[in-house]
């Protein structure tokens, strides 16, 4: 069992930017593909990022490539989502998930966390 809490969301103003965190309980994170979801209202969940066991490599949706960077520490149990130059389209909750595999497939991860929301205003 592995219980995740997002944290870091919030209000932000166009181009700017947010750490989003996750924190997992439990000794078994450093055996779990993390990944990042978002929801916005009246949208399907959309995968955003993958990181592997270690921390590499990892996997984007074309959507966040070369504005969101994911990482992990295994040490501190913790999965990182850095956004930058966000835009109002980016505005969802926001989900961290673990998987056995590495995959952008929503179905494939275990645990979900209860969501963060991320509000870019324009």
């Known amino acids: 069992q592995v219980q995740l809490v997002e944290s870091g969301g919030g209000l932000v103003q166009t181009g700017g930017s947010l750490r989003l965190s996750c924190a997992a309980s439990?000794?078994?994170?450093?055996?779990?593909?993390m990944g990042w979801f978002r929801q916005a209202p009246g949208k399907e969940r959309e995968f955003l990022a993958a990181?592997?066991?270690?921390?590499?490599?990892?996997y984007y949706a074309d959507s966040v490539k070369g504005r969101f960077t994911i990482s992990r520490d295994n040490a501190k149990n913790t999965v990182y989502l850095q956004m930058n130059s966000l835009k109002p389209e980016d505005t969802a909750v926001y989900y961290c998930?673990?998987?056995?595999?590495?995959?952008?497939?929503?179905?494939?991860?275990?645990?979900w966390g209860q969501g963060t929301q991320v509000t870019v205003s324009s």
């Open positions: 439990g000794r078994t994170f450093s055996t779990y593909v």
């Open positions: 998930a673990a998987s056995r595999s590495a995959s952008i497939i929503d179905a494939t991860y275990t645990y």
């Open positions: 990181v592997s066991r270690s921390g590499f490599p990892t």
